[in-house]
């Protein structure tokens, strides 16, 4: 399975990309794990080099549909300690950087998808896109 989220960086922005798209980039524990460790780093990245802005995306036509429902790790807690201790935690680092957000909405963007698509300082959408 590819990397479930992309990491670039193009010139002083970096690009986060969820890269499920066989599940509509659904959240999955490895993807939630993945998108923490990067945001954890992500302020002294930002602060070392330079970086001016984040772009959150999605490839294949969806942004985010969401959680992962197929993912056993996630249906095994109860849906409030996800909300409170794996999502909630993501939401605050994002909301925390020093930089604007952009997020680029190309389809759907469902639950916690929907959450990552409005939290953007920037939104842009296409005309696929629905939330």
């Known amino acids: 399975m590819p990397d479930e989220l ?47 802005s984040l772009v959150i995306t999605g490839p294949g036509g969806t942004f985010c549909a969401g959680a992962d429902l197929k993912d056993p790790t996630l249906r095994r807690s109860a849906p409030t300690s996800i909300l409170r201790f794996d999502y909630n935690p993501v939401i605050v680092m994002l909301r925390n950087l020093s930089v604007p957000i952009v997020t680029a909405v190309n389809g759907p963007a469902i639950g916690i998808g929907m959450a990552l698509a409005l939290l953007g300082d920037i939104s842009y959408a296409t005309r696929d896109a629905y939330f």
């Open 6 to 52: 992309l990491v670039e960086r193009k010139g002083s922005t970096y690009l986060l990309t969820l890269n499920h798209p066989e599940a509509r980039n659904a959240i999955d524990a490895e993807l939630l794990g993945a998108l923490t460790r990067v945001l954890r780093e992500l302020p002294k990245t930002i602060h070392d080099e330079g970086l001016d």
